[in-house]
């Protein structure tokens, strides 16, 4: 897992080549002008989904991870809350959706940490890491982001 800022390009030497190229559209495309919807970045092994959302309870969001996919989970407006933990022996799978979709749900795990995002900020998510996305802060709101999505192959 890597948090961190758009704004600060000089980090993004030690990521992955992918997570860079994908962390590069981010910061130079102009989400405000654009629809909720899918974007091709490079075919299907980087692809963005603009969204609007709801935040809701801790409870009421499931943890997840992918397989095929490394997750860059970018706030464009509001706040958010992700719980994280690494998948391991301990975790435990409550629903796998694989092959048709590159999600496996899990239980909420027992060293689940705690990240909370305003705008300008991205978390990478890779294979190992469960999450858990659009979690409230204090109440739940509206709020706009980007998920790229980034063929784990790649990095």
């Not at 600060?8 to 654009?34: C, H, I, K, M, N």
């Not at 509206?142 to 192959?153: D, L, T, Y």
Request: charged share 30%.
């Amino acid at each position: 897992m890597i948090r961190g800022n758009i704004n600060r390009r000089e980090d993004w030497a030690a990521y992955p080549e992918a997570v860079q190229r994908a962390l590069a559209y981010l910061g130079d495309t102009d989400f405000s002008t654009l629809e909720p919807g899918t974007y091709e970045v490079e075919g299907k092994d980087i692809y963005a989904m603009l969204q609007t959302m709801q935040t809701d309870l801790l409870e009421n969001r499931r943890p997840e991870a992918h397989v095929v996919y490394i997750d860059i989970q970018y706030l464009l407006e509001g706040e958010e809350r992700m719980g994280w933990a690494e998948v391991n022996g301990d975790a435990v799978v409550t629903e796998d959706k694989r092959p048709d979709k590159d999600m496996v749900y899990y239980q909420a795990p027992a060293q689940e940490a705690f990240i909370d995002l305003v705008p300008g900020e991205f978390v990478v998510f890779f294979p190992s890491d469960i999450h858990r996305p659009g979690c409230c802060v204090s109440e739940p709101m509206p709020i706009r982001k980007v998920v790229v999505k980034i063929r784990a192959a790649l990095a």
